[in-house]
């Protein structure tokens, strides 16, 4: 009995608040006892659905990790550890593209660090997004190594009336015209890759709105759905654009996604179109969304039980593990190898939360701290 206990609490126990400890001790001992295995194995699944397992997959150096001219890349980069990169590219990528890069205070031009995306929404910018994700935070760590965190800004596009020029991504109606922003998403990665000392196998993406619903897209496609290990759409903007109805990315996907209660803009039960009648705005009802997500991985097919939260000996159903991980917020987690984690948030409009409201609405806990990167940290390419 005592070797059960053992397995049940040390993986991971690290990131445990003591008092989740004893709880699944104290429920450890009561399934044990009185022989009732179905809340040992809720409980223990519950807790790898909010406090996942870092994967120990080891790094893929990228090309920028024997670098010869690192130092002069580097050399761009402001006393704060920014640097705002334009690249020339074709014009079905945009032209030319700016992105806001963040290197971790301990960068190491020798050492692969995580790559983390994210992508702005409608008429925001890099700087915003870099504000209200907070992820180029000092203390945010993947593979207990500090991330790079990188801002690419959107082109112009024709806005919801048509006739004004206001950023946006790829996949909703008001995307600028002709502008392929995947293969852009892939030049900037590779420019990443060259110039600086990254691990290929943990690359992720993020953003808001209009940048959740190109993150959703990017994981529907499955040049990037491969080349990113996790990805995280915050109240996504799921137009037909970005969440296509032959989404197939080619591979199982681990995805972490929020969304309010109180969402106006992106209501959580979807909308057949937007308050003028446009049917282009149309998007989907999020608990089916995510049910999509979770039926596209294989989740619930016990022969995909795996090593990625560590959850062999749970017996899983289609049915998600329900908890309440902070006030006001539910947790159903699709527990398989590629696990779909969505956060519904009551009382939260359309904001990444966030407990000082820099997007506007006031959760009570901060999604990229408490939630997305360690979701993040779960997951590596060639684990
Ligand atoms: C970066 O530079 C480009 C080109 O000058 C500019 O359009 C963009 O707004 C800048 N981005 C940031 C985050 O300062
Ligand atoms: C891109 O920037 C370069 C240098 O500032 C400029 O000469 C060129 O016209 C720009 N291209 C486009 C398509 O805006
Ligand atoms: C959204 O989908 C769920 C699951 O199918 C359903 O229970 C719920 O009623 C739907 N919500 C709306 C507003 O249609
Ligand atoms: C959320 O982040 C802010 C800013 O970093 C911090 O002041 C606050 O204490 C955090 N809230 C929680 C619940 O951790
Ligand atoms: C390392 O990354 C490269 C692409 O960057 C990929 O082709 C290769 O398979 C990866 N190797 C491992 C061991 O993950």
Request: glycine share 10%; with cysteine; charged share 15%.
């Amino acid at each position: 009995m005592c070797d059960q206990i053992a397995a049940l609490v040390l993986p991971g126990a690290d990131d445990l608040p003591f008092k989740m400890s004893l709880t699944f001790i104290l429920l450890a001992l009561l399934s044990t006892v009185s022989g009732l295995p179905t809340s040992y194995r809720f409980s223990r699944a519950d807790s790898a659905a909010v406090n996942p397992i870092p994967s120990t997959a080891p790094a893929n150096e990228t090309a920028g990790c024997s670098s010869s001219t690192a130092a002069d890349f580097l050399a761009q980069f402001s006393s704060t550890n920014h640097a705002n990169i334009t690249l020339a590219l074709s014009p079905e990528l945009g032209g030319n593209r700016s992105f806001l890069v963040h290197l971790p205070a301990a960068y190491d031009l020798a050492v692969p660090h995580a790559l983390v995306v994210s992508f702005h929404g409608f008429k925001s910018n890099a700087k915003k997004q870099e504000r209200i994700t907070g992820l180029s935070g000092s203390g945010i760590r993947i593979n207990g190594k500090g991330i790079v965190a990188v801002y690419p800004q959107g082109q112009f596009g024709p806005g919801k009336n048509g006739d004004e020029s206001i950023r946006a991504w790829q996949g909703a109606p008001y995307s600028p015209p002709g502008v392929d922003d995947v293969a852009f998403t892939q030049a900037l990665v590779s420019h990443l890759s060259e110039n600086l000392c990254l691990d290929s196998n943990r690359f992720y993406a993020s953003g808001k709105s209009n940048g959740g619903g190109f993150t959703n897209l990017l994981a529907c496609t499955p040049e990037t759905a491969g080349l990113f290990a996790a990805f995280a759409p915050v109240s996504p903007a799921l137009y037909a654009g970005a969440n296509p109805a032959d989404c197939a990315p080619g591979r199982a996907v681990p995805l972490i996604n929020f969304h309010g209660l109180s969402d106006r803009i992106i209501p959580f039960g979807g909308q057949e179109s937007d308050r003028q009648g446009r049917i282009e705005y149309a998007t989907p009802n999020i608990t089916q969304f995510r049910e999509a997500w979770a039926e596209r991985n294989g989740c619930g097919s016990p022969s995909k039980v795996g090593a990625a939260v560590k959850l062999a000996a749970v017996k899983l159903n289609k049915k998600p593990a329900v908890s309440h991980p902070h006030p006001d917020t539910t947790l159903k987690a699709f527990l398989c190898n590629a696990q779909v984690n969505g956060f519904t948030v009551d009382g939260l409009g359309h904001s990444w939360p966030g407990t000082e409201g820099l997007d506007g609405g006031v959760a009570t806990f901060n999604a990229t701290t408490a939630n997305i990167i360690p979701f993040f940290d779960t997951y590596a390419l060639g684990q």
